[in-house]
């Protein structure tokens, strides 16, 4: 919503109304000039060196079980 309404300045109406491929179709050409995609290798780098993690440090999705250790 922030892209259709503050960087394309669609009226809240023409947004909605705006299909997934529309949005796509106008998006494309802003996305190109990101940059290349990191390659696998690369990304599995920055996986490792930028892991997820919740504000307790532990991986994002862990659940603690009773039998954890503390």
Do not use: C, Y
Not at 14 to 28: D, I, K, N, Q, Y
Not at 41 to 61: C, H, Q
């Amino acid at each position: 919503m922030a892209v259709g309404f503050g960087l394309l300045k669609l009226s809240s109406e023409a947004f909605w109304r705006m299909t997934p491929r529309e949005l796509a179709s106008v998006l494309g050409p802003r996305i190109a000039t990101a940059g290349p995609l990191p390659s696998r290798s690369e990304f599995e780098r920055l996986m490792a060196r930028f892991p997820d993690s919740s504000a307790i440090g532990e991986p994002l999705g862990h659940r603690r079980s009773p039998n954890d250790p503390q």
